[in-house]
């Protein structure tokens, strides 16, 4: 599955997701909160995790928390709180929202608060 989505990402490639922002999510389902501590992670209000979310719009350009277009700069959580003081899912979202040269700016409209804060989540959960 992993390589159907870079496959696909790669044919698509990173500058493509403007063109869909545009478009509203495909499927929405309604949120519904039921956790526990030992349950996976929650959906988000799209009905995906923070890990599927990062594959649908991030993975292409941040393959396994790296970066095609800027490769000095990675997801590593390290890496991110020593070079732009990045440390929350806030702060991830913030970049998302208003990214540097080389990113596509990814607002509410194509990703919403409680998606790209499960995005920042599972970044900073992933990559040390």
């Given at each position: 599955m992993?390589?159907?989505?870079?496959?696909?990402?790669?044919?698509?490639?990173?500058?493509?997701?403007?063109?869909?922002?545009?478009?509203?999510?495909q499927?929405?389902?309604?949120?519904?909160?039921?956790?526990?501590?030992?349950?996976?992670?929650?959906?988000?209000?799209?009905?995906?995790?923070?890990?599927?979310?990062?594959?649908?719009?991030?993975?292409?350009?941040?393959?396994?928390?790296?970066?095609?277009?800027?490769?000095?700069?990675?997801?590593?959580?390290?890496?991110?709180?020593?070079?732009?003081?990045?440390?929350?899912?806030?702060?991830?979202?913030?970049?998302?929202?208003?990214?540097?040269?080389?990113?596509?700016?990814?607002?509410?409209?194509?990703?919403?608060?409680?998606?790209?804060?499960?995005?920042?989540?599972?970044?900073?959960?992933?990559?040390?």
């Open positions: 992993a390589i159907l989505a870079l496959v696909t990402g790669g044919v698509m490639g990173c500058k493509k997701k403007s063109e869909e922002q545009a478009q509203p999510p499927s929405v389902m309604s949120t519904s909160k039921a956790a526990t501590s030992a349950a996976p992670p929650a959906p988000s209000a799209t009905g995906l995790t923070g890990e599927q979310l990062f594959k649908q719009h991030c993975a292409v350009c941040h393959p396994n928390g790296g970066n095609t277009i800027t490769p000095s700069k990675t997801l590593s959580a390290k890496a991110m709180a020593d070079r732009s003081k990045i440390t929350k899912p806030e702060d991830i979202v913030k970049i998302m929202r208003h990214p540097g040269p080389g990113m596509n700016k990814f607002d509410e409209g194509m990703i919403s608060n409680d998606d790209a804060k499960k995005i920042g989540q599972y970044i900073l959960a992933t990559f040390p």
